[in-house]
């Protein structure tokens, strides 16, 4: 018997999105299946400076004791990075920034880099993961994270079938230096203190789309599709 072809429906991004949310709160998780399932690049600039660091790069040794610290990287280092990085073509179909920007520096000056790429230009879409502060401290102490490719795990949830050792890419899964408890407590009060703003900035200019981040992963991943999906 024949079978239905069907096509898969193609989706189309076309635009910028950032996904906004205190560390924890699933803005990973979600940024990867987003891009895999539209089939752009997903710019975390967490992994890429995590990768720098491996690499240990000059970049990556100026990052390496800010991150350890919790603090976030200097606006001008970052901004570099991202530039470099959203100017290759594999962006122009659009792509999915995860922890960035951070400050309203960095978003003022994201408007500017994209208001020079033609295809995403007054395309930005900001979507915040709403989570509370002491769900996210318990998620980011159960989280663990691939030390090669990045994918994500969580001790409370989904982990490697093979104990320590990545699904992806069969890399070493660890817990991030950075995910130690003293460290969040700073990482949370850089949150609340520079990238916060942010979600005012992005509803200011009616790009904003609010998500219960605190649902579970299946269901947060529906909701933002579906909101990808409604006529702007
Ligand atoms: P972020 O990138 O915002 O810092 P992650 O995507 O790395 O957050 O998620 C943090 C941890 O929480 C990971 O261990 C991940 O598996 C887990 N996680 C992500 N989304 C959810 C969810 N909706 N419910 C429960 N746990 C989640
Ligand atoms: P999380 O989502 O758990 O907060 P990330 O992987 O996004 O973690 O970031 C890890 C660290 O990398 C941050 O604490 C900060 O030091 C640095 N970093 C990542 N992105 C930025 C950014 N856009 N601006 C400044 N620092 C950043
Ligand atoms: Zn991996």
């Known amino acids: 018997m024949a ?10 991004l076309g635009r ?13 998780t979600q940024a ?18 995590r990768e720098h660091v491996a690499q240990a790069t000059e970049l990556g040794r100026r990052a390496k004791p800010i991150m350890e610290s919790g603090q976030l990287v200097p606006d001008e280092i970052v901004l570099g990075m991202v530039e470099e990085r959203v100017a290759r073509p594999d962006c122009a179909a659009g792509c999915v920034f995860d922890g960035f920007p951070r400050t309203l520096a960095q ?9 020079a790429l033609p295809a995403l230009a007054s395309r930005t ?18 989280r663990r994270t691939c ?4 994918a ?22 660890i817990q991030r230096p950075d995910d130690r408890e003293e460290v969040v407590r700073q990482r949370l009060a850089a949150y609340e203190r520079q990238t916060r703003p942010l979600i005012e900035f992005y509803r200011r200019r009616g790009q904003l789309v609010e998500l219960d981040g605190s649902k579970d992963i299946a269901t947060v991943q529906r909701e933002l599709l579906a909101a990808l999906e409604r006529p702007r």
């Open 32 to 49: 990867r299946e987003v891009a895999r399932i539209y089939g752009v690049p997903h710019l975390s600039t967490g992994d890429m400076f």
């Open 16 to 28: 910028a999105l950032i996904l906004l949310g205190p560390p924890g709160a699933g803005k990973g």
């Open 147 to 150: 030390r090669n490719c990045g």
């Open 107 to 115: 978003a003022e000056r994201l408007e500017t880099i994209l208001g």
């Open 152 to 173: 994500i795990y969580s001790a409370a949830g989904k982990m490697p079938k093979v104990a320590g050792k990545c699904d992806v890419c069969g890399g070493e899964v």
């Open 125 to 142: 879409q900001a979507v915040n993961l709403a989570v509370d502060a002491e769900e996210v401290v318990r998620r980011i102490a159960s």
């Open 3 to 12: 079978e239905e072809q069907q096509a898969a429906p193609v989706r189309k």
